[in-house]
């Protein structure tokens, strides 16, 4: 019974075609996130929703995008994806933000190709 | 300028022995750390946790130590076993300042575990 569900689980896309990957949650967490993680590197932050609020990391190109519609599922939208934003793209969610510290929970993660 | 180093990239330990991750930060408004566990293919998962009010946390063969004069913890797993074969991060958190409660990762490091 999985909490955090990313589909799909393996992502190939061709150079400047849109993609978009998605993230479902069962947990009921008021925040949402998305990691790009690159190989042997640290996952890096892109974006996150606090509920409906939209928080963009200062260095998140523009090419990337982000849509919740609802409390349980989250988009990532790459509008033009270019050789260097293949990685694994990982969701989280937690239940709080800044009332209290709390853990994320991490979906399996969507490697993406770009071809 | 990495917030959150981990500075070993691979450790390898003989099954039953201790195995020390290390991890050093640099934003003295963290004040909450994680490590989470990733096997391959598969998102993070979260291990452990310790607030900055602590020193030490333990949930039975894991024990997350934290130096905040040294800026410094580490995990501590004992006795070590070929399951625990996987990627270890190490994350941290500041409930205030810019970007309460978003994860900032290490690199990771890879500890493999040998029968």
């Known amino acids: 019974d999985a909490m955090v569900i990313q589909n799909p689980r393996y992502q190939v896309t061709q150079f400047g075609k849109p993609v978009t990957l998605s993230c479902s949650q069962t947990l009921n967490h008021n925040v949402m996130y998305w990691y790009q993680q690159k190989s042997s590197q640290a996952p890096k932050l892109l974006f996150h929703?606090?509920?409906?609020?939209?928080?963009n990391e200062a260095d998140t190109p523009d090419n990337f995008q982000s849509r919740r519609p609802n409390t349980s599922f989250c988009f990532l939208d790459i509008r033009s994806p270019g050789l260097g934003d293949a990685a694994m793209y990982l969701c989280?969610?937690?239940?709080?933000?800044?009332?209290?510290?709390?853990?994320?929970?991490f979906g399996q993660g969507t490697r993406l190709t770009v071809v | 300028d990495q917030q959150v180093k981990q500075n070993s990239p691979s450790l390898s330990v003989q099954e039953g022995r201790i195995s020390i991750l290390n991890c050093d930060y640099t934003n003295s408004m963290f004040d909450y750390f994680l490590w989470y566990k990733k096997y391959p293919a598969e998102g993070p998962t979260f291990l452990i946790s310790i607030s900055s009010i602590k020193d030490k946390n333990e949930d039975g063969r894991f024990t997350v130590f934290l130096n905040k004069s040294a800026k410094h913890l580490s995990l501590h797993i004992v006795p070590s076993q070929p399951g625990d074969s996987a990627v270890y991060f190490c994350?941290?958190?500041?409930?205030?300042?810019?970007?309460?409660?978003?994860?900032?990762f290490g690199k990771g490091t890879k500890l493999s575990v040998k029968p």
């Open positions: 994350a941290a958190s500041a409930r205030y300042g810019g970007s309460q409660g978003n994860l900032i």
């Open positions: 929703y606090y509920d409906k609020d939209f928080n």
């Open positions: 989280a969610t937690s239940r709080d933000l800044g009332r209290g510290n709390t853990e994320a929970f």
